[in-house]
């Protein structure tokens, strides 16, 4: 009369070490009926084309995000801390070594960096170093350093450009950012880029790693709006013409 209770144990048994064996990693696998979905936004359950749609539509509906990171354009890194709102941006960025500050209030960009940023070789170009170094220096919209850097401060455009996943897009498990479970979709497998989407709450983009090696970002502070106004006057500079080549 024990035989078949002793039998539904030892099955209960094998299914309980099968199910450890299972659990990996920061994957999720659900056992003994659990719902890998349950308490999350419910995205996890759609196909990758859907929820690289939604995370888009989510980014797009908040005014404010902080963006970090590196980003690889035309064979140089750039490190980028910028927050980033429809009426400008504010940050630090980081390349070859040298840190310079952007900042743009509508159509008025200003570039903030030290002596060495600005300088080169020949006198003149030391004088105007030590003339620009430390001031927020109001970049003329017909220099070529306006668009090269102005990209980095508009948000829906950056956006738009770096969340586009390139070749078939699927789903590639759920995993974990700073604590907040993700699911993962990516493009060609990894090669056309991966990203990370918040599966708590509002499916914002959190993490991204972009095609060809061209950089890794993370977002945050999805809607959290921050000061942002033009320098004063004592700290702004409006170099007129063209800046020095830095």
């Given amino acids: ?64 995000v902080r963006l970090h990171g590196s980003v690889v354009t035309s064979g140089r890194t750039y490190k980028l801390d910028m927050r980033l709102k429809s009426e400008g941006g504010t940050g630090s ?38 003339k620009l170094a ?12 306006y668009k090269k850097f102005s990209g980095f401060t508009y ?25 907040v479970r993700t699911i993962r979709i990516t493009g060609d497998r990894g090669a056309g880029g991966t990203l990370d989407v918040s599966l708590e709450g509002t499916p914002y983009p959190l993490r991204l790693v972009r095609a060809g090696s061209a950089g890794t970002l993370g977002f945050s502070d999805w809607g959290k709006d921050f000061p942002l106004q033009a320098p004063a006057k004592d700290e702004t500079l409006d170099y007129g013409g063209q800046l020095p080549q830095s």
């Fill in 134 to 145: 430390g001031k927020y220096v109001k970049v003329p919209q017909g220099d070529p350093s």
């Fill in 93 to 130: 960025v980081t390349s070859q070594g040298t840190t310079f500050r952007l900042l743009r209030v509508g159509e008025q960009l200003f570039l903030k960096a030290d002596a060495g940023f600005w300088s080169h070789d020949g006198d003149a170009d030391a004088a105007a170093a030590e």
């Fill in 1 to 64: 009369m024990t035989a078949i209770p002793q039998a539904r144990n030892r099955r209960a048994a094998l299914a309980s070490a099968l199910c450890a064996l299972m659990v990996t990693g920061t994957a999720l696998t659900g056992c003994g009926g659990e719902d890998p979905d349950a308490g999350t936004n419910g995205v996890g359950k759609l196909p990758a084309d859907q929820i690289q749609r939604k995370t888009r539509a989510a980014a797009e509906s908040v005014d404010a």
């Fill in 155 to 179: 948000k829906d455009v950056l956006l738009d450009g770096l969340l586009t996943l390139h070749g078939t897009v699927e789903t590639d498990g759920r995993h974990e950012q700073a604590g």
